[in-house]
Nanobody, 123 residues
Framework: QVQLVESGGGLVQAGGSLRLSCTAS????????MGWFRQAPGKEREFVAA???????KYADSVKGRFTISRDNAKNTVYLQMNSLKPEDTAVYSC?????????????????WGQGTQVTVSS
């Protein structure tokens, strides 16, 4: 059973930056794609970014150019660097481990989920 623990959320002003971290337990981390999703109140969970085991990344159009996903397989950790934050980025951000090696934006392709961390961007 893989466990994922996120950290790094908080309150930031518009235009600011935050870096989220997600540390995983389990032997399959380096071979699995990892993703970040977010869910705002009253909205469905949406894809933010994903990274394959080899480091190929994929982004939602809404965050492309502002967010960067990366991973350190030696530390079993995936990161989400968020720059130029906007109030509409406010949400609970969760990391997830995919059943596949390649990136995916589909919620159903992810089987392990963290508890989430709150990101609030004030205007």
């Amino acid at each position: 059973q893989v466990q994922l623990v996120e950290s790094g959320g908080g309150l930031v002003q518009a235009g600011g930056s935050l870096r989220l971290s997600c540390t995983a337990s389990g032997r399959t981390f380096s071979s699995s794609a990892m993703g970040w999703f977010r869910q705002a109140p009253g909205k469905e969970r949406e894809f933010v970014a994903a990274i394959s085991g080899s480091g190929i990344s994929k982004y939602a159009d809404s965050v492309k150019g502002r967010f960067t996903i990366s991973r350190d397989n030696a530390k079993n950790t995936v990161y989400l660097q968020m720059n130029s934050l906007k109030p509409e980025d406010t949400a609970v951000y969760s990391c997830a481990g995919s059943v596949y090696r390649t990136t995916s934006s589909k919620v159903d392709d992810y089987k392990n989920w963290g508890q989430g961390t709150q990101v609030t961007v004030s205007s």
